[in-house]
């Protein structure tokens, strides 16, 4: 069983609650959407074939406990399922970051999904399958990533949306580097009183100039 590999790498988890731990990230080949503000499109179609067995070997070499499975959009290829399975019964935490278009039920409920749900200036909202709002498990978390005060009015609807038992600090509201203020974001939260976490994407704070996997 094989899957296309853009890159697989070591760093510092720049996203999610799990932001600041080194992670071992491997993208995975090939997205069904084209975001606005994609900056993995490096990864639409490059790729090399990898065994299963051959992914597990390497990311072994990194000695980390944590993996994080991404894209490009990595439901695109079937055997996704196949390679989280293998990696959480080796030990490994393991999060998939998923821009929410497919069913995320088809993955192990122990490996932690971030969805990314689209906003208006992704050009791609209407893509949200929003039936994934109702089969997040606690562990779980949601991510809107905001260009401007539409988005954010977006995002404000659809968090009404998920279950009240959600915890409310793994919904997480980014700004787009470069485009939407931080400060901007954080005032607009707080007169809202929104009751979410503001994520900044910590890699491009730390790494600003480089834009593939470090
Ligand atoms: S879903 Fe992610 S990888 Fe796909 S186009 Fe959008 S930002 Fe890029």
């Not at 799990?18 to 993995?40: A, E």
């Not at 196949?82 to 039920?105: A, H, P, Q, R």
């Not at 779980?140 to 404000?156: H, L, P, S, T, W």
């Not at 038992?165 to 485009?179: A, D, M, Q």
């Amino acid at each position: 069983m094989a899957l296309l590999i853009n890159e697989i790498f070591y760093s510092i988890q720049g996203e999610s609650i799990h932001s600041g731990l080194p992670c071992v990230f491997v993208r995975l080949t090939g997205c069904n959407l084209r975001c606005s503000y994609c900056d993995t499109c490096y990864a639409y179609d490059k790729g090399s074939e990898m065994k299963i067995a051959a992914i597990l070997d390497r990311v072994a070499t990194y000695n980390c406990p944590l993996i994080e499975i991404t894209g490009g959009e990595p439901l695109v290829q079937k055997e996704t399922p196949d390679l989280i399975y293998c990696l959480l019964e080796k030990g490994y935490e393991v999060l998939m970051e998923t821009n929410g278009s497919f069913d995320i039920s088809i993955v192990d409920k122990r490996c932690i999904k971030i969805i990314d749900i689209k906003c208006p200036a992704s050009g791609e909202s209407n893509k949200n399958d929003l039936n994934n709002l109702k089969k997040l498990n606690p562990r779980d978390q949601v991510k809107f990533v905001i260009a401007n005060r539409e988005d954010y009015e977006f995002a404000g609807k659809i968090i009404k949306l998920i279950s009240p038992e959600f915890p409310v600090n793994h919904i997480l509201f980014s700004p787009v580097s470069g485009k939407m203020e931080y400060a901007k974001l954080a005032k607009w939260i707080l007169e809202d009183n929104l009751n979410i976490r503001l994520h900044l994407q910590l890699h491009k704070i730390i790494w600003p100039e480089i834009q593939k996997g470090v």
